[in-house]
């Protein structure tokens, strides 16, 4: 039984009229470096990137991502296809140092910069990372991680080392003095972001030859054995969901002329995409350094005026909760996108009453390159739906044989199609799970299709928890407690949240009737990221388990 869209039927949600860069760039050979490239030299001077009051051109962008290249692979030696962690929050430094990476056939590993010592030391030993470009506001957890890694380089940026003086000098010495938010850390032989540059100016120019076909990053996300996995994208399967974004977004956008804030993270899937369409074509983009500082994106929100916007639903609540952000003029305002989560019918309502958009739900994963459904802009949709697939995608739904489902029956929700991973880096036991036969990718998502071919996530075949968009798988939270020499047995389950639409809830036998709600709260802060970290603590006799001793998680649900 076939399905109503796909590669091989047209998809209803492509334009006859999209400017085709990025699908002429693909058929064409190109790699993606080589795209983004060509879209600094055609723009030039135009206005790349702006964050916290400096803009830099394209051909800024070019010139500086080439003198980085250049130090990677003439003063550092490292060679095509070695792996270049990337820890940075949204500034400058990001667009420059994934440009530079690529442009020397590198590989970047984009890395969550809010990470614990123990995450990161296990993303840049999996990736086999040879450098790092880390913020120096996390230098110290970087310092504790390198041990036991191959990363023989280091690079250390400050948030304002590419901004403007003063500017420059008195947010690196008010972040390091006044606030005091730079730990103490050393780092032997690294090398301050100035310097690099500087010397990478002096060396000849690196040309980027790798193949489209080739990987080109390492996007990490949550494994159901509670180990991160990085997911091998091409540089063709990072193209090709810019290239299904145009045919979606048609002449929608005259991109040229809009302005974009990119608020979610860029080491996130989502982000990044949204930073590779706005950068092919044209498109202003300003970095959002802390979206928590709703104060400060408001601000934003008023100085730029921008066309377009996307978020998660505790960004959108976030802002529709300040009384600043409903007397803003949103005339400008064209395309509110919103993904990670599922988007809640109330919020969708508010924003629209706030500012006369709709918000449009996209569905994607990492492994996918981000976005492979997503609902219309130009009419309207049902409600609840992850909408229509995306042009050139192909999406089935199939039972656990992998055998396709009868229309209007729910499925494991399963896609194919050019932006889809290659499989799991060094993992070839989890690659061949993660595939049906056909090269069908598993997302672990239930879904059902209903009228017109719209799609409805109704669960998920794995126990992943959903924070705020962000994968948090419960097993890796469960081994983290259980090295808490006060308890027995730990796990952990997703709960709905108002705010972050699941949160963890860690339910936890005692092995030490004295161990504290606090106590514990303290181990998992200095082991898991924030939004790991459990929002409930419940202690118990005993867990519910099968005949064969596995945690019946459903029942602490």
């Known amino acids: 039984m076939t399905q109503p869209f796909g590669r091989n039927t047209p998809s209803p949600l492509a334009k006859d009229d999209f400017e085709n860069i990025a699908s002429a760039a693909i058929d064409a050979g190109q790699s993606l470096p080589q795209m983004l ?56 430094q990001f667009p420059i140092a994934v440009l530079g990476i690529l442009r020397a056939d590198l590989i970047s590993v984009l890395v969550n910069p809010l990470y614990t010592a123990r995450e990161l030391r296990h993303q840049l030993k999996d990736s086999g990372a040879s450098a ?20 023989k380089h280091v690079i250390t940026t400050r948030v304002g080392d590419l901004l403007s003086c003063p500017k420059s000098t008195v947010v690196n010495f008010t972040l390091k003095y006044v606030k005091k938010l730079i730990p103490e850390f050393s780092i032997p032989g690294a090398v301050r972001w100035s310097e690099a540059l500087s010397h990478g ?11 489209a076909t080739e990987v080109a990053q390492l996007q990490y996300t949550g494994g159901t054995t509670g180990v991160s996995k990085g997911a091998a994208l091409s540089h063709v399967a990072l193209m090709a969901n810019v290239a299904a ?28 995409t949204n930073m590779m369409y706005a950068w092919t074509h044209g498109l202003h983009g300003v970095l959002i350094t802390n979206p928590r500082d709703i104060p400060g994106l408001v601000a934003s929100f008023r100085q730029y005026q921008p066309s377009i916007f996307s978020g998660v639903n505790t960004l959108y609540d976030a802002l529709l909760n300040s009384p600043e952000f409903a007397a803003l003029d949103f005339s400008s305002l064209k395309l509110c996108i919103q993904g990670g989560t599922a988007l809640r019918r109330a919020t969708a309502e508010r924003w629209k009453q706030v500012t006369g958009r709709e918000v449009v739900e996209m569905y994607g994963l990492s492994e996918t390159s981000a976005g492979i459904t997503v609902n219309r802009w130009d009419a309207p949709n049902p409600v609840g739906s992850i909408g229509l697939p995306l042009p050139d995608v192909d999406i089935s739904l199939r039972d656990e044989q992998g055998e396709v489902v009868p229309i209007g029956e729910p499925g494991e929700l399963c896609v194919r199609g ?6 799991y880096w060094q993992r070839p ?8 036969e056909g090269g069908w990718f598993r997302t672990g998502d239930i879904a059902k299709r209903g009228e017109g071919g719209y799609l409805f996530l109704l669960d998920r075949r794995k126990d992943m928890i959903l924070v705020s968009g962000f994968n948090v798988f419960p097993n890796e939270i ?13 796990a952990a389950v997703g709960i709905p949240d ?50 064969v001793g596995k945690i019946l998680r459903r029942e602490l649900r």
């Not at 963890?504 to 970290?533: F, I, N, S, W």
């Open 429 to 436: 036991e989890e690659t061949r799970d993660a595939f049906f």
């Open 245 to 272: 974004c145009e045919q979606w977004l048609g002449r929608a956008l005259d991109p040229s002329k809009e302005i974009g804030l990119i608020c979610l993270p860029l080491y996130h899937i989502a982000a990044f």
């Open 478 to 490: 469960e081994d983290v407690v259980a090295m808490h020499p006060g308890v027995l047995e730990a």
């Open 132 to 151: 790092l470009i880390v913020i120096e506001n996390f230098g110290a957890v970087a310092a504790e991680a390198l041990e036991g890694t191959g990363v």
């Open 201 to 211: 100016a002096n060396q000849p120019r690196v040309t980027a030859q790798a193949a």
């Open 418 to 423: 050019p932006q889809v991973t290659s499989g």
């Open 498 to 547: 108002d705010k972050t639409g699941e949160a963890v809830k860690l339910v936890v036998v005692r092995k030490d009737p004295a161990l504290t709600e606090e106590a514990l709260r303290a181990h998992c802060r200095d082991m898991l990221t924030g939004y790991k970290q459990p929002k409930r603590i419940e202690f118990r006799d005993s867990l519910p388990k099968t005949p």
């Open 37 to 92: 490239m060509e879209a600094c030299q055609r723009r030039g001077k135009q206005p790349a990137f702006t964050n916290m009051g400096r803009t830099l051109s394209y051909a800024d962008i070019d010139r500086l991502s080439a003198d980085l290249a250049a130090y990677l692979r003439g003063e550092l030696g490292l060679k095509p296809g070695e792996r270049v962690a990337v820890m940075l929050p949204n500034l400058l």
